[in-house]
């Protein structure tokens, strides 16, 4: 099952707007008090990582927990060879997650360049498979993308959909998965956006949350972007039935 701890009540079952009982059991959840991330559970990264051609180092510096918010910071300034910093941090080696109800409640930032990133990568030590639970492009603030993306037989395969939404930088809103050993299915703010029975994951996998800058797919920051810009994370919670 992976490296999760119990931290809520055995049994305690919420309710949905119904009142009656919720299947989906709280069994592990983050909700970042205190004045740092907690080793325990978190993996700060300090890497230029270049992958899509990105433009930024994930510099230390850049996580901040303030009055219970994880803050991601995005900056304009030279580091490591990049002309921009950014923050990742991941439950890798800690908390693992595999089927479930996983949600983050973030509010993601908005502008040309910026791709904030929330998603779970195998324990393997593979590149596949990989489930972003949201990606968003930064000029494209009412574009949600979900995707998994798999390997069979040495090949590489992709399920996904791009959905249209409300602006999405403009506030908080709770992303989420329901994975289940056939299927997956992409939550906003609790309502179903793509379900997905494509080669779903049977791994134990852990979480990944950052902001890259630049690359391939979401090109470079411009003129019109605001720096230093912030995601920000309230809440993590994870559910099993």
Do not use: C
Not at 99 to 117: D, F, H, I, S, T
Not at 195 to 203: A, I, K, L, N, W
């Amino acid at each position: 099952m992976g490296y999760w701890f119990m931290q809520f009540t055995p049994g305690f079952h919420a309710m949905d707007k119904s009142g009656a009982a919720d299947p989906w059991k709280l069994v592990w959840y983050e909700q970042f008090r205190g004045s740092e991330v907690d080793p325990d559970r978190w993996n700060v990264l300090d890497d230029s990582r270049g992958d899509g051609q990105r433009s930024q180092h994930y510099k230390p510096e850049n996580i901040e927990i303030d009055e219970g918010v994880l803050k991601i910071h995005t900056k304009e300034e030279a580091s490591e060879g990049f002309p921009y910093t950014s923050g990742a941090l991941t439950t890798k080696g800690k908390v693992l997650f595999k089927y479930g109800k996983l949600e983050v409640r973030a509010k993601l930032p908005a502008g040309q360049g910026l791709l904030p990133a929330i998603w779970l990568w195998n324990n393997q030590g593979k590149e596949f498979p990989e489930i972003d639970i949201v990606e968003m492009l930064g000029q494209e603030p009412g574009q949600l993308w979900n995707t998994i993306h798999y390997e069979v037989n040495g090949t590489y395969g992709r399920d996904f959909t791009m959905t249209n939404l409300p602006d999405l930088t403009t506030d908080y809103h709770t992303y989420g998965i329901e994975w289940e050993p056939e299927k997956i299915t992409f939550l906003v703010d609790g309502a179903p956006v793509f379900t997905s029975t494509e080669y779903v994951p049977q791994e134990d996998m852990y979480l990944f949350i950052n902001t890259a800058v630049g690359g391939n797919w979401v090109e470079e920051p411009d003129s019109t972007t605001e720096l230093p810009a912030q995601m920000l994370i309230d809440w993590i919670r994870y559910y099993q039935k």
